[in-house]
């Protein structure tokens, strides 16, 4: 990407980084892994915010979205959505290779993708996903990369070339600067995500849209997936009975007058 | 390939606030004496900051073996390239095979991009840890889904974050025992700036982990004003799940669970919450729990001491109602 001159804006080239989870939780005892047939996928919460950050840094200073996701299936639906906020292109990484693969051979599939797309100014990612809600991602990227990151991202502004954020921590919000490129992971609540319309989603469908393998990559087996993860899962267990329930019963009134008492206690 | 067997102790990585030890922090402490003990290696400890003096004496009354201390003006507040290149290169140089660090926006930012330098992984949120004494195994256990799961890490050194709020703390010692080391690192602080730190005036973060009564909500809650009025029956506060939080119902300093806090009120009631492994482990620990749920196999009720099977919306009126008599 050629750096234009100031009058003409910083045109940010911007990657976004998102997932797709099932809108339900439930882990298939036999293979230990997410059940996701039967399960609608919906766009990670975080990661709209992501998108709709990109988008509108993308109409204020100009500059394109690209937009990132790797998933187990076909997740055409949730990119396509990112592409109808206004995305301009979308790559979907998919793979049996890439199965079960932990969040840092996640994070380097990625980055690998990433690097094949050119150089990036910004890239956007929400802070957890809501189905492992690790938070590892984003720093790993940044990471792998070897660049600068800033994770709680609920504020932004680009100014004079270098970035403001405002980080929500633990009881306090800090607002930090630096300089391109950087990794951002923003929470969830930092902007209202722009819902698209029909005809944005028909305008969507003829953007360009990706699919790269492992072979698309330049990678190997061994450095992905299951094989490619230093951590694994050594057994489940069902969540343990901690308490005997006493189930209260009775009509409603009883019921309630009985809980009433021991909460009274 | 690295030999696994250089790899030797138990690190904490400490975090702290006006030469305070962070709660959090305490807690790895009590977790890592026990695998450090069980392993039969030291527990040592990682501080990084300005004029840590008071703050790593105050360490050595907590069973710790090896205070580390890295200390410069400039590494006052956390950020995160200075704080990552000497946890890096420090766990390089002395080759912990166990590194703990707390679930926290700092435990969060930092260990990640430290387990991806190191090549390694980090297994997050955890609740537990154990050690498989045979095989040298650092077992580290999670909520996965509704079930808890049990990950190993298959490099050195294994790295996890712990949930603050599920360990107990460690008692105090009479004596100090152990030694302090003092580091010299070139400081490098890498193109972030500090611009300003505000604290909010809405007193409205945290402050959830304080309240004796929490009304916990779920997806089978469709009107949230009736929780409200229960929560102030009993003087209470709201917290939620993730998808209430999700979708916009609650902030995110009300979550509760592996993503938010972890909460031991005198009661809780969970209402239209079924329960998920991730939901549980931050409220587990509360004193008495109540479950109300039209679903009697929802898993909430095995955590649960009194069960109501019925719809919240009707449930909490009459509850009111009860409480109000």
Known sequence: ??????????????????????EEIRVNKKTYTLIREGIKGVINPCDKNAIELSVTLKEKHGGKVTLISMGPQNVEKTLIHGLAMGADQAVFICDKAFAGADTLATAFTLVTAIKKLGHFQLILCGKASADSGTQHIGPQIANFLGITQVTYAVGLAVENNKVRVKRQLMD????????FPVLISVVKGMNEPRIPSYVDIYEASKKDFFRWSI???GLKEDQVGLTGSPTKISKILPPETIRQCKMLQGTLEEICNDLAQILKT | MENNNQYRGVWVFVE???SQIEKCSLELLSLGRNLASELQVDLSTLVIGNLMGRLSEELMYYGVDVVYVVENPVLERYTTSPYHKIT???????RPEIVLFSSTPIGMDLAPRVACELKTGLVAHCVDLKIDKGKRQLLQICPYGDYMATMITTVKPQMVTVQPGVTPLPPRGEFKQGQTVQIEREIDIGNIKIIEVVKPEKADMGKIEESDVIIAIGRGVKNMSLAEKLAECLGGILGATQPIVDAGLLPESRMIGQTGKAVRPKVYIACGISGAGQHIVGMK???????INTDEKAPIFKVADYGII?????????LIAALNR
């Open chain 2, 285 to 291: 620990n509360s004193g008495l729990i109540v479950a």
């Open chain 2, 16 to 18: 702290h606030k006006g």
């Open chain 1, 215 to 217: 072979n698309d990559l």
């Open chain 1, 172 to 179: 306090e919000y800090e607002t930090v600067e630096v300089e």
């Open chain 2, 310 to 318: 019925g719809d919240v919306s009707k449930v909490i009126p009459a």
């Open chain 2, 88 to 94: 890096c290169d420090l766990i390089k140089e002395y």
């Open chain 1, 1 to 22: 990407m050629t750096q234009h001159s100031i009058n003409l804006g910083i045109m940010l080239n911007i990657a976004v980084c998102i997932k797709e989870i099932p």
